[in-house]
C-alpha cells in the first residue's frame, strides 16, 4: 500500500506523550531548516510546546523503562532461530546508549531552557493570545531581529540539549512500529470492531487506509478493545459514517 494514509492510535498514555514529542520534534526540525523571522517564531513556539509536555509527565522515568524494555525484549531474541542476531546486537548496543544519554542528564528534563530569561518570558505570555507581540516582548522583538546565524546558534543550543529525548523517542517507535506486520481487515458499512488478547500489551495500532478511499478513521478504545469508524470527509458540514464496505490493514503493535 505504497499509497496508503496511515493513521495511528496509541493504547497507553506513555506513547500517547511519545507520539505527541515526536510530532513536536519534527515540527522544531522543520523551523530550524529556515532563516526567517516567522521560523524562528515557530521554531520557539514548538520548543515552549514540548517544555510544556515535559512538565506534566515523568518523561525520564518512563523513557528509560520503555528503553530498557525494548532491550530486554532484543537481547531475548538474539539467539532465537531466523533471527538476524548481528542485526539485533547492533539494536541493542544503540538502546543501551541511549539508556546512558538519557541517564546523564541532570534533574528533570527540560530544567535547563526554563533557566533561561528569555524563553521564561516567552513562555509566560505564550497562552494569551498575540501575547508575544513586540510591545509586549520587547526583548523577544531584540532577538528576532538579529542575524540569522546569531538566531540559529541559540535555537541549535536550545534544542540541543533535548536530542537524547529526541533520540530516543525516535528509536522507541521505529521498533514498535516495526515490531507487527500489517494485517489484511475489512470494516463493514464503515465499522470495524475487534477484541485483543488480554495476556499481550498491545501499544499501538497502526490503521493503513487507500489514498483513493475518500474516508478518514475514527479510532477508540483501550487496549483490551477498539473500534474503527470510517468517516467521510465533509470540510464544510458535519462528518458521518460511510455506508461502504472498506478494505484496509492494521497493524497491531508491541515490543
Known amino acids: 500500500m505504497n499509497n496508503a494514509i496511515v493513521y495511528e492510535h496509541p493504547l497507553n498514555e506513555r506513547i500517547r506523550t511519545f507520539l505527541r514529542l515526536e510530532y513536536l520534534f519534527s515540527h522544531l526540525g522543520s523551523a530550524l531548516g529556515g532563516s526567517s523571522i516567522w521560523e524562528s517564531r515557530v521554531a520557539i513556539s514548538t520548543l515552549i510546546e514540548i517544555m510544556g509536555v515535559f512538565g506534566r509527565t515523568e518523561l525520564k522515568s518512563d523513557l528509560l523503562k520503555e528503553l530498557e524494555k525494548q532491550s530486554s525484549t532484543l537481547k531475548r531474541l538474539e539467539n532465537a532461530p531466523n533471527v538476524n542476531g548481528?542485526?539485533?546486537?547492533?539494536?541493542?548496543?544503540?538502546?543501551d546508549s541511549l539508556v546512558d544519554r538519557v541517564y546523564s542528564m541532570d534533574g528533570q528534563i527540560g530544567s535547563s531552557l526554563r533557566q533561561s530569561e528569555l524563553l521564561k518570558s516567552i513562555m509566560q505570555r505564550s497562552s494569551i493570545?498575540?501575547?508575544?507581540c513586540d510591545f509586549d516582548l520587547p526583548a523577544y522583538h531584540f532577538w528576532l531581529q538579529q542575524p540569522p546565524d546569531q538566531r540559529h546558534a541559540h535555537l541549535?543550543?536550545?534544542?540541543?540539549?533535548?536530542?537524547?529525548?529526541r533520540d530516543s523517542i525516535i528509536m522507541v517507535l521505529r521498533l514498535l512500529r516495526e515490531s507487527a506486520a500489517p494485517q489484511d481487515e475489512h470494516a463493514s458499512g464503515g465499522m470495524m470492531q475487534k477484541t485483543l488478547d488480554s495476556n499481550v500489551s498491545f501499544q499501538l495500532l497502526r490503521v493503513f487506509v487507500p489514498g483513493e478511499i475518500?474516508?478518514?478513521?475514527?479510532?477508540?478504545?483501550?487496549?483490551?478493545?477498539?473500534?474503527?469508524?470510517f468517516m467521510e470527509f465533509l470540510p464544510n458540514e458535519r462528518a458521518r459514517q460511510t455506508d461502504r464496505d472498506v478494505h484496509f490493514k492494521l497493524s497491531c503493535c508491541v515490543l
Do not use: A
Open 129 to 132: 493570545p498575540g501575547g508575544t
Open 156 to 165: 541549535r543550543s536550545w534544542s540541543g540539549t533535548l536530542d537524547p529525548v
Open 214 to 229: 475518500p474516508c478518514y478513521t475514527e479510532v477508540s478504545g483501550s487496549k483490551h478493545r477498539f473500534s474503527i469508524r
Open 86 to 95: 548481528e542485526l539485533v546486537k547492533n539494536l541493542v548496543t544503540e538502546l
